[in-house]
Structures are given as structure tokens and as C-alpha cells.
């Protein structure tokens, strides 16, 4: 298509419009070129002269009473420095946690799930920290476990925290719920009555690991002031910060952090892992120590996806309109709080999918157990939800014999839709036609693994284990759409901070942007580059590394941060322009007219008029002046959705993506290959459409490993987990990975900066219904359960 | 234990090498070398890839001592080695910035697109690098230096790969930030910029 945009200076000029490598542009990641020799320091990377190492001493059972800890033989070891237990906490503050502080930092007296940190060691080399660490003896008194809704809420069932205090302990049906919320609209039994068909389904979601590679690692270094600098990957400085500070007994400015290299997220870096323990070794030793993970360590080390059963009741008219929608949705949050409350507010609200059902009944809880914790993942409370509504959208349509696109067509929601929790959808919501496009793509052909040569096997299920040539293999289509929240929601002050200097530097105009945000690989550095080439006219930006220095960036989650923290830095950006310019008017103003009347701009280094007339160079503007400041930025406020009814204002703003999964299945062995997984987004506006796509691309590929191989197995008798590996817990290869292809759309969010909408999680949500949807498709079974293992497939 | 082998074209010398050490903890830990990455440290993820004797391996799972006498190639070492390999694989003066490729490169002058000095190809990345970065292959960048590696040995063997064989090269490399396709794109661009006649 040719390009219809106009060159050279248009009669109005727009801020940005003129300077190269703002937004909307694919410019490259500033972190490339490190990434790619190998010289970015990721955490696990971090040297210091003298450190230890530290390793920490985990629980063998899942809930037992810790009779006694022998530490004797591990520091009577040569080259270790310290063993620390519970004991030898400093302060009163002995837990932490993101929402309730339930989670100890070393188990004091008993341990609730398997993998539970008792003891640290920090010794002068790994190995030895290892062994010493295995020479620590624990005695248990093995409790039984909780590992169920049944097992957790029966009447004489144990308490995995006894005498709660917390702020949902009160509004709880049972110690052991973590938290509840229940959404009532409209009348049930009454819209149940005008249904012609109702649908039932009862389905399970398995236990999803975030995988990130980068294991949980750090380094602690204490300093002369008796403070400590921690250097570490994680989702949020400022909230490990305040969790920190208290158990060591520091104040927050005697903590300083640096954000190092950090080797993915996807919400398994929301919640502390090694940072209280390496601080507290260090603290105690007066050594630098560093802790990294190894694979084993880093599936007890951080919080899983919950793991759901959901109960769903839908009912439609003959004509093809959803009447009523029941649910209840059981999330397992193990031992430990985490963001269950907030999965539990994302399950319920989400509930309904992105369709307009009046008259819902809706309750999701969260469980305590003693499975292993369970929190942040990308889309969480979403993603569950979506799984099961797609695949009662599928159910209703068949029974009403519509098309499966077409139903969900006719029920979408739109900008103006009224919520299930009150709140209406004020900015566009393109549902249908997200279908359509997804609909509309060229199908892959049949039959591509077929050539002149014979079956190229590695285009079939089972591939290079050479298991079909093509016989028994059956095509599928599926297609599913889902809708996300963005941000942090139900009344959190969800602000983010940045500071951003300008200067002359060498003769040019140089911006400095310096936020505390995480960069998990999403690419916000990219963008908050771009943004302030925007707001700034300059083309260099250093993009100061991230640390508490600054002010909270909040999370590198809720697909926030370029809402988020990208408002803040076009917020700080636009304010330091206005500055420039009163020095600017201050300096030059009586050079031109137009400094006093035009509406002036900053564009490639100069100040500019709206109609493009150049009246100054930025440089001659400053001199040797600099304008620094730093600034919270906050998105509109949401409220808190009520108790009873679950009605509230409660999220900022909706996410929204469709797929459509094409597989081959062998129906012979219960092999699945994925074919093709197209998506299609809204974004409201791409900042960076290169990462955009990668964004899209990755998250889908995370709902396809949970829809076909991805689950960490805890043994129900044991609450043991089973598969701590990726030799036993499966993450999609480039093999078992389609080509995908994304179309995006760009439909404004005029709430939003830029018109942006956040899209990290939305992608992961609709990916996994859409390939079950595909597999029943080709082999016609049920399949209510994810992953979808080969003995679904072959009833053996 | 001593073991002298070769990294990245440099001799080298590693003292006290327990018996149970990997060539992962020794290049990390001893050689100052921490481009190859400790994912999994079995042998499932790939991000710990480097060139033992021209072929793929995953560090962690040699033992050091079983490089004794070998010539390890690393990330760090990824420009180099395919610099010398288009040269012809003399090592040496023979394959310095020629003049006209000196010329080219600083009249492009310092343009910071990414913030940091480069949108025009960086002068000192092997072809599969700059591919990389820009197909926008690289996201957390764990993964990246196993890939490059791998990535950059198929190339060697087969310039011309399709879809499948890179597929099936790059099966041992796990990456869980992009879904692969910019990756894929990352391959076929340096495989289609390879195949370009000289100077254009």
C-alpha cells in the first residue's frame, strides 16, 4: 500500500510530529546491543570483590510443625560465614507480603507448603554453601495437608493461618478462603426463564509456571552507613522496599536499590524471593553476598498461576441472546496471601467475558492450602475465567447450531456496555470486529508437512520423534476472544513517578529520563526514549538506570507500565518543554513576535512555532541552564467493588484480544501440533508497533504452553510438587511454536496518553481456550481441563 | 585440577577447578565471562550454548576438565569468530576494519535512535547480532546469547535455511518472551542479508 502520509511541513504542526524516533515508531531497544554481546549484567551476573554466596534451606514437607533446627554442623563448616534461622531475625517484623504480611521470611515453628525457606547459609563458595546447607538438620511433625476446596472449608478442617487479623478475615466464609467476592445484577432466576437453552460445564485449570529464564538472584552489599545496597531483578523497587526495610530494622533510605538485568517476569517477580535473605546475610557477615536460584530453587521460589476449577452456568434464547450467566470460580492460592485478593477481584469482575449478559450471579473465591503459593501471572484471575466462558460460548452456539464466531458476534460487547459490576465501558471495545478480522485471515493450508519427498515429520504432531507420517492426523479450527483489565484496580493508587532532565551536552540537546520501572524485557526504556523524543524534539535520551532514587514506578504488571509510567514521563516531558520555553521567552522573547503569541513547540532541536517557523536553537535556549523535575502522574481513580453486590467503578481500562487456533492432532498417540495461532488486538495506539507485535506474539505463546503441556503437578496426597524442572515442567520450543500472525488495531482510548491501551496480558488469555477449542474441534471431544495431555485425547 | 584450553581465540589457564565444576561456572565465575547464561543449568534451555571445537554444546553440562587442550567460543567472543570465518578464517591482521568500511561507518555519525549510539549497523556485532536486535528478537535478552550461538553455527553450515531447519536447529533454545517469530525473522534476515553480494 503506498504511503498516503504527507511530507515536508504541513501548515499545523503538531508536538513530535517533526523529530525522528518518537512514538509510533519501531525504534531499537536501547538494551540491544548489550543483550546481544553479552555484557548486559543481569542479576545472577553481579560480582563484588570478597562476596559470599548464600543459599537457602527449604522444606521437605509441605505442613509440619518444625520440632527442632540443628545448625551445628553447617557452621562448623570451613568457608561458611553464617547460618541464620528465624532466631536470628532483628526486628518484631518477621513476615512480609504484597497485601497481607502472611508470608515469614524464614518459618518460625512450622511450614505450610513444600519448598518453604527455614535456614540461610553464606558460605565462600556455592558449592559449599550447598552442602553446609544440607547439613542443617530440621526435624518435622508432619500436619495434615489442605489441598482442596473440600479439604480446606470441612468442618474440622486445619487452619493454615490460625488467628487471621487481616482486612478480608472479616467478610470470609472460612479462615482458610483468602478472600471472597461475589457480583449480583439483575435477576437470575427470572432471566433464567426466558432461556430456550442452558449450558452447563464444570472446568479445570492447571497450575501455570511463569518460567521466566533468568533465575531469582541478587546481590546485597552492606555499607558504611549500616544500611545495605541491594542489587536485584524484580516487577517493583519500591514495593520489595517497604516490605524489606521493616525486617531488617532499616529505614528506607538506608536501603538503596538498583534494578539489575532482569531475565523475564510475567508476574513472578511481583512478590520477594531472595532479597530480605541475601540483606540479611550481608548485614550479618559484613559481606557482600549473592543468592542465585538454580531451575530447581526458582519453581519454590516464586508464586505460580492459580490454579482454578470453575463452574459455569450460561443460558441463551433460541435467537441466539445470552440471558443469564452463573458461576462460581474456586481459585487455589496456597499457603501464602500474595495478590490472591486481587485474583479473586479480576476472576469475578471478568467473570463474564467480553459479552453483554444483564442478569449474572457470579462468586469467585480464593483458597489458603498448602499447594505452593500462588499469585501474580500474566492475566491473572482473567486468563481462568476466559478459558472457561469460551468454552461455554462454543457449547451455547453448537446447541443453538449457530456459528461459533457468529454467536459470539451477536452477544459482544461494546463502548457503553454496562459491566456485571456497574461500571460502563467508556472507550471503544471492538469485540466484533476483532472477531471478524480473526475470522476473516487466510486459513494455512492442508497438508503443509506433505511434499514430493514425502512427510516432513517435523511439521507433524509428535514431530522428530518421527511418530506419523500423516496417518490418524485430523485438522482443527478454534477461535476465542477475551477481555482484560489494565492496571492496578478496585481503589489502589495506582500513580508512577518520573524525572526528566534537559541539558546541553556537547553541543546538543540531551534528555534524561529516570524512573524507578522495572524493564523486564517488555521494552518500556524504548518507549520512555521515544516519548521523550516526543514531548522534546531531541534526538539523544539517556535512559537513567532504574533504582529508589526516584520516586514508586508502581509495577511492571497489569500490562500498566507504558500507561502508567509512560503517562508519567509525558507528563514530566511536557511540563520541562513548558520550563524551556519560559526560558526561552524569558531569554529571546523579544527577538520575534511570535515568541509571545504562537503556540511554540519542540521540535529536532529547536523551538518551533505551530507553524513551523524555527525561532531558536534548543542549545541557545539553554545554554548552559538545566531544567530537572520530578513528577507523580495518576490515572483516573477506581473504587473498590462492594462486598455484597461486587458494584464499583473498579477498573481503569479494558484489554481486548481474539485468536484463532488451527491444529492437527493425532488422534492415534493424542499428539497436538499447533499450526497457526492469529491474533487480533486492539491497542488503541501502538508506541512502538515492534514491540507491540512481540508483545502480542510472546503472550499468546504462553496461553498455548498452558492449553497443551504446561502444569506443575503437586501430588494431592503430599502437596509435594512433583515436576521442579524444565526437563519435567514443559515450556513451549520453537518447535511447538506456530507462526503467528497479528493484526492490530489502533482504536484511541481518549482517557489514556496517547489514546494507548495497556496489551501485555490480553494476548494470553484467549490464546488457550482457542487451541482447546481447535483440538475438540478435530477430535470432537470435550476436554475441560488444561493442559491437554495425550491420555485426553486417546480415552487411555 | 589445572585445565589450559582456549577461549575466544585467547589462552587460557583455570586453577583449582573442583571435579564437579561446569564449563558454565568456569567461564562465569573464573573467566569473568558471564555472556552465557544459567537458566537451567540441565541442559533443557540452551541459554548456556557456546562452540566447544566448532560444535553447539550446552556449557553446563561439560565438565570443565573436559576441555583440556579444546577452543571454546562464547557470545562474547560471537563477533570475532564470525568476523575471521568471512575472512576467511585467518586469524589475525588480515581482517581489521578496511578503510572504505571505516569511512562508512563514521560518516553515519552518532544518530542515538536507541539511546545508545546505533541505529545503523553496530560495527563491532557479527551479522546474526545485528539481526537480532533489528528483528526485535531480543526482549529479556536471557535466552539471546544461546541463540546467537546456535543461530549463528546453523547459518555457518547452511546459509540457506528453511523455515523447518531453523525450527529444528533451534530446538534446544528456549525462549519465553517472544513466541520465536522474531526470532525466526532474526535468522532469515541474517541468512537473506549473508547471501547478498559483497557491497551492497
Redesign the interface.
Known amino acids: 500500500m503506498a504511503d498516503t502520509r504527507t511530507t515536508g511541513i504541513p501548515s499545523k504542526v503538531t508536538q513530535g510530529s517533526q523529530t525522528?524516533?518518537g512514538i509510533g515508531e519501531?525504534?531499537?531497544?536501547?538494551?540491544?546491543?548489550l543483550?546481544?554481546?553479552?555484557?548486559?549484567?543481569?542479576s545472577?551476573?553481579m560480582?563484588h570483590e570478597d562476596m559470599l554466596w548464600g543459599q537457602i534451606l527449604r522444606s521437605t514437607v509441605a505442613h509440619a510443625e518444625i520440632v527442632s533446627i540443628d545448625t551445628s554442623e553447617a557452621l562448623a563448616t570451613s568457608g561458611v560465614y553464617a547460618v541464620l534461622t528465624y532466631e536470628d531475625l532483628p526486628t518484631e517484623v518477621k513476615n512480609y507480603g504484597l497485601e497481607i504480611q502472611d508470608t515469614p521470611v524464614l518459618a518460625h515453628g512450622k511450614v505450610r507448603h513444600h519448598g518453604e525457606p527455614v535456614a540461610l547459609v553464606a558460605a565462600d563458595h556455592p558449592?559449599t554453601a550447598r552442602r553446609a546447607a544440607a547439613k542443617i538438620k530440621v526435624e518435622y511433625k508432619e500436619l495434615p495437608v489442605i489441598t482442596d476446596e473440600a479439604s480446606a472449608t470441612a468442618p474440622d478442617a486445619v487452619l493454615v493461618h490460625e488467628n487471621r487479623d487481616d482486612h478480608h478475615s472479616g467478610h470470609v466464609p472460612h479462615p482458610n478462603i483468602v478472600h471472597r467476592q461475589p457480583i449480583i445484577r439483575g435477576d437470575v432466576a427470572k432471566a433464567r426463564e426466558r432461556a430456550d437453552v442452558i449450558v452447563e460445564g464444570e472446568y479445570t485449570f492447571g497450575m501455570q509456571d511463569?518460567?521466566?529464564?533468568?533465575?531469582e538472584s541478587g546481590l546485597a552489599v552492606p555499607s558504611e552507613d549500616g544500611g545495605v545496597d541491594l542489587y536485584v531483578a524484580t516487577q517493583w523497587l519500591h514495593s520489595d522496599l517497604k516490605q524489606i526495610a521493616p525486617v531488617l530494622g532499616l529505614p528506607e533510605d538506608k536501603v538503596r536499590m538498583t534494578l539489575s538485568?532482569?531475565?523475564?517476569?510475567?508476574g513472578g517477580r511481583e512478590d520477594l524471593s531472595m532479597q530480605i535473605h541475601a540483606c540479611l546475610l550481608a548485614l550479618r557477615t559484613g559481606k557482600p553476598v549473592k543468592i542465585?536460584y538454580?531451575?530447581f530453587e526458582s519453581f519454590f521460589g516464586h508464586v505460580h498461576r492459580h490454579p482454578a476449577k470453575l463452574y459455569y452456568e450460561h443460558g441463551a434464547t433460541k435467537d441466539g441472546k445470552l440471558t443469564h450467566m452463573k458461576c462460581k470460580i474456586v481459585l487455589d492460592g496456597g499457603a501464602y496471601a500474595s495478590a490472591s485478593p486481587a485474583v479473586v477481584g479480576n476472576a469475578s469482575s471478568l467473570s463474564v467475558g467480553p459479552y453483554v449478559i444483564d442478569d449474572v450471579d457470579i462468586e469467585a473465591i480464593a483458597l489458603y492450602s498448602n499447594n505452593p503459593p500462588c499469585g501474580a501471572m500474566r492475566g491473572f484471575g482473567a486468563v481462568q475465567a476466559c478459558f472457561a466462558y469460551e468454552a461455554q460460548m462454543d457449547k451455547l452456539a453448537d446447541k443453538l447450531g449457530m456459528d461459533r464466531v457468529e454467536f459470539r458476534r451477536l452477544n459482544a460487547m461494546e463502548q457503553g456496555t454496562i459491566m456485571p459490576t456497574g461500571q460502563p465501558v467508556d472507550s471503544p471495545a471492538p469485540v466484533a470486529e476483532l472477531l471478524r478480522r480473526i475470522k476473516a485471515m487466510p486459513l494455512p493450508p492442508e497438508r503443509q508437512w506433505e511434499s514430493s519427498e514425502g512427510a516432513?515429520v517435523?511439521?507433524l504432531p509428535g514431530g522428530?520423534s518421527n511418530t506419523t507420517h500423516g496417518e490418524g492426523v485430523v485438522r482443527g479450527v478454534g477461535y476465542a476472544v477475551g477481555i482484560k483489565n489494565v492496571g492496578f484496580s478496585e481503589g489502589f493508587d495506582d500513580y508512577s513517578t518520573a524525572k526528566v532532565r534537559m541539558e546541553v551536552i556537547a553541543g546538543e540537546p540531551v534528555a534524561t529520563v529516570h524512573t524507578a520501572m522495572a524493564e523486564?524485557?517488555?521494552?518500556g526504556?524504548?518507549v520512555h526514549?521515544q516519548i521523550a523524543r516526543t514531548e522534546l524534539g531531541v534526538?539523544?535520551?539517556?535512559?537513567h538506570p532504574a533504582d529508589t532514587q526516584v520516586g514508586s514506578a508502581g509495577s511492571t504488571s497489569a500490562s500498566r507500565q507504558t500507561y502508567v509510567t509512560g503517562g508519567a514521563v509525558k507528563n514530566a516531558c511536557e511540563l520541562v518543554r513548558e520550563k524551556v520555553l519560559e526560558i526561552g521567552r524569558r531569554k529571546m522573547g523579544t527577538y520575534h513576535p511570535a515568541w509571545a503569541t504562537a503556540e511554540l513547540l519542540l521540535e529536532g532541536g529547536k523551538v518551533v512555532t505551530d507553524g513551523g517557523e524555527v525561532l531558536a536553537d534548543i542549545v541557545d535556549v539553554l545554554e548552559d541552564e538545566v531544567v530537572e523535575l520530578e513528577e507523580e502522574w495518576r490515572h483516573r481513580p477506581t473504587e473498590a467493588f462492594d462486598l455484597t453486590t461486587g458494584q464499583g467503578n473498579g477498573h481503569v481500562q479494558y484489554s481486548f484480544a481474539a485468536h484463532r487456533a488451527v491444529v492437527e492432532v493425532d488422534t492415534e498417540l493424542g499428539l497436538v501440533k499447533v499450526i497457526e495461532l492469529a491474533c487480533a488486538q486492539d491497542v488503541g495506539k501502538a508506541l512502538n508497533p515492534?514491540?507491540v507485535?512481540?508483545q502480542i506474539?510472546?503472550?499468546?505463546?504462553?496461553g498455548l504452553g498452558v492449553a497443551v503441556m504446561e502444569e506443575i503437578i503437586v501430588d494431592p496426597k503430599t502437596a509435594k510438587v512433583r515436576n521442579p524442572?524444565?526437563?519435567d515442567y514443559l515450556?513451549p520450543?520453537?518447535?511447538d511454536?506456530p507462526?503467528?500472525p497479528v493484526d492490530v488495531l489502533e482504536l484511541a482510548d481518549q482517557h489514556a496518553p496517547y489514546g494507548l491501551r495497556g496489551i501485555g496480558e490480553a494476548p494470553t488469555l484467549s490464546s488457550t481456550p482457542a487451541v482447546l477449542a481447535a483440538i475438540r474441534n478435530a477430535t470432537g471431544l470435550e476436554l475441560n481441563k488444561t493442559p491437554v495431555r495425550p491420555e485426553h485425547l486417546t480415552g487411555s | 585440577m589445572r585445565v589450559n584450553f582456549t577461549v575466544n581465540g585467547r589462552k587460557q589457564e583455570a586453577d583449582d577447578v573442583?571435579e564437579?565444576e561446569s564449563l558454565l561456572y568456569v567461564l562465569?565465575e573464573r573467566m569473568?565471562?558471564?555472556?552465557?547464561?544459567?537458566?537451567?543449568?540441565?541442559g533443557?534451555?540452551g541459554?548456556c550454548t557456546v562452540r566447544l571445537d566448532g560444535v553447539p554444546v550446552c556449557s553446563c553440562l561439560v565438565a570443565a576438565g573436559q576441555v583440556e587442550g579444546r577452543e571454546v567460543v562464547?557470545?562474547?567472543g560471537?563477533?570475532d569468530f564470525a568476523k575471521n570465518r568471512s575472512c576467511g578464517g585467518h586469524e589475525g591482521g588480515a581482517c581489521g576494519t578496511s578503510l572504505q568500511e571505516a569511512q562508512g561507518w563514521s560518516a553515519k555519525g552518532t544518530?542515538?535512535?536507541?539511546?545508545?549510539?546505533?541505529?545503523s549497523p553496530?560495527a563491532?556485532?557479527a551479522p546474526i547480532?545485528?539481526a537480532?536486535?533489528?528483528a526485535?528478537a531480543?526482549?529479556?535478552?536471557?535466552?539471546?546469547?544461546g541463540l546467537?550461538v546456535a543461530s549463528d553455527e546453523l547459518l555457518e553450515r547452511n546459509p540457506n535455511p528453511s523455515d523447518?531447519d531453523?525450527?529444528?536447529a533451534?530446538?534446544?533454545?528456549?525462549?519465553?518472551?517472544?513466541?520465536?517469530?522474531?526470532?525466526?525473522d532474526a535468522v532469515r534476515l541474517a541468512a537473506a542479508r549473508q547471501s547478498e553480494p559483497e557491497g551492497v
Open positions: 525522528k524516533g519501531s525504534t531499537l531497544r536501547p538494551d540491544g546491543i543483550k546481544v554481546t553479552g555484557e548486559f549484567a543481569y545472577s551476573d560480582w558449592e511463569q518460567a521466566f529464564l533468568g533465575p538485568g532482569v531475565g523475564g517476569a510475567f542465585v538454580n531451575r516432513d517435523r511439521q522428530l523486564v524485557g517488555q521494552g526504556v524504548t526514549a534526538h539523544q535520551v539517556t535512559i515492534l514491540s507485535i512481540g506474539q510472546g503472550g499468546t505463546t504462553q524442572s524444565f526437563t515450556i520450543t520453537i518447535l511454536t507462526t503467528i | 573442583w564437579g562465569r569473568g565471562l558471564p555472556g552465557s547464561k544459567n537458566a537451567c543449568e540441565q533443557e534451555c541459554s562464547t557470545v562474547e560471537l563477533a544518530d542515538s535512535q536507541t539511546g545508545e549510539g546505533g541505529i553496530h563491532t556485532l547480532q545485528q537480532f536486535i533489528d526485535g531480543v526482549q529479556c535478552g536471557f535466552c539471546t546469547p546467537l523447518a531453523i525450527r529444528e533451534l530446538s534446544g533454545n528456549l525462549c519465553r518472551c517472544t513466541g520465536y517469530e522474531k526470532i525466526m
